[in-house]
Nanobody, 133 residues
Framework: QVSLVASGGGSADTGGSLRLSCRFSINTHTPASDYCMGWFRKAPGKDREGVAMLDPDGTTLYADSVKGRFTISRDNAKSTLYLQMNSLKPEDTADYYC????????????????????????WGQGTEVTVSS
């Protein structure tokens, strides 16, 4: 069984920061250390988009729009995935979702951002982020 619970959303001003957390519980024969994890977001009127991905070996993959501002990390001891969001912009306003699945293909082989979701089969519920202009 795999479960994911996202939290940490809220409101912030332009230029502010928020840290999202995703508490995961992975009770399968495959250890959590073999899972790729990521963050996605869905803004009103827009399609779901990949934000940041993290491979078991520590490799990351970011959307161009968040590079240099967001950082994805995880603490396996705490069974928690994080998304540190700095220099927030109004366009970051969205519902954010965490996801996980067994790692198969290296992030370097992944295609366009709109296909990243296909690598994940386990999803958490969204946490809302609102950035005021």
């Amino acid at each position: 069984q795999v479960s994911l619970v996202a939290s940490g959303g809220g409101s912030a001003d332009t230029g502010g920061s928020l840290r999202l957390s995703c508490r995961f519980s992975i009770n399968t024969h495959t250890p959590a250390s073999d899972y790729c994890m990521g963050w996605f977001r869905k803004a009103p009127g827009k399609d779901r988009e990949g934000v940041a991905m993290l491979d078991p070996d520590g490799t990351t993959l970011y959307a161009d729009s968040v590079k240099g501002r967001f950082t994805i990390s995880r603490d396996n001891a705490k069974s928690t995935l994080y998304l540190q969001m700095n220099s927030l912009k109004p366009e970051d306003t969205a519902d954010y979702y965490c996801a996980a699945d067994i790692s198969t293909d290296p992030l370097a082989t992944w295609g366009p951002r709109d296909t990243w979701w296909a690598h994940f089969g386990h999803w958490g519920q969204g946490t809302e982020v609102t950035v005021s202009s």
